[in-house]
């Protein structure tokens, strides 16, 4: 089994494509260290202008490895990798974990037999089965399930109370409601209570 999700993540390629100027910038910066050198002696104001395009360029240096890291730094801190990076190990399933706190955390975790999911919360094992039910798709295309501290199976949507009380309620939006709470008789106030005695 491979042990990599992602063949290669955003994050590598941005690093790569960083570390390639990187590599320019050094051409540039020794070609412009060995004129320096040559101009430094017979033009001192034009050695000057060499050691403040070497400063500027060390200057851009150090904001483009910035725009380039504080990025990643927060997707692998933060595990965002299931939102930003396509899933190519299928023996692999993001997780949307709710936790006690009242706080999402997203993992990528490895799939086990028999629908059990491996990861860990907070240090601790924490383990979910998936019961094939219900998963949700990222906006990415990836397949991950909503995990709950409080259950040991995936959170089916479908069957949460609220909607089942809303689909039970005649509709989505509970556009015949009225009509059969007149039909049972279960209304809080009588409607013809009312006109009598407004008469």
Known sequence: MDKRAYTVTNSEISALFWGIQLILCIVVFINLFNMFNQVAVSNPGLAMTFIFMISLLCIGLFFSFMSMALPNYFISKYNLNIYIDKLTNTDFVGWIRVTRSRSLRSYTVPRGALGKTKGMANG???DVIDDGHYTVTLP????????????SSNVNLDNVVGWELIKKHHGLIGFDIWDKAVE????????????????
């Open 184 to 199: 049972t008789e279960n209304l809080l106030i009588n409607p013809k209570e009312g006109s009598d005695e407004k008469e």
């Open 140 to 151: 990415n295309g990836n397949q991950a399930i909503i995990t709950d501290d409080f259950l």
């Open 124 to 126: 601790q094992k924490a």
